[in-house]
């Protein structure tokens, strides 16, 4: 398990999302965010170029790999909220997307010393390396037992 006490600013973890078939982004979009522009290929086309994910599935799809692979280790007391959360170009079928998690800051509870908050940005690119995605997430996180007493 990881704790607070476990990471540093400026450290950065890696992850890589699966591709979003265009069945998939139709089927989300269908039930979450019923756009023609996620749901209507040639609507999308004059649009876009093409069919593009919901922004809401992009964020899904940007935190799942960070949450399977590096959160269910962490002890996580809960998130706090999303800052500056941005969908800066669209996500395109049969794109992987290269996320990047950097540690901003690491702020012991003052009042409660068994805890504190993790400050991270992340950041997904698409295969050309544009930036696609992006926010500033706080989360509260345990402290190590020893390291508050």
Known sequence: MRYLDDFAPGQVYQFRSAPMSADSIKTFAEEWDP??????????TTIHGGLIASGFQTMLEVFKPVMTEMMVNVANIGGMGFDNLRWLRPVRPN??????LTVNSVTPSKSKPDRGVL???????????????????PVMIQ???NDID
């Not at 756009?35 to 999308?44: G, V």
């Not at 794109?95 to 990047?100: K, M, R, Y």
């Not at 991270?120 to 390396?129: D, E, I, M, Q």
């Open 35 to 44: 756009q023609r522009l996620h749901t209507d290929e040639a609507f999308a």
């Open 95 to 100: 794109e992987p997307l290269d996320i990047e």
């Open 119 to 137: 400050h991270y940005t992340l950041s997904a690119k698409n295969p050309t390396g544009e930036v696609v995605f992006s926010t500033d997430t």
């Open 143 to 145: 402290r190590k037992q």
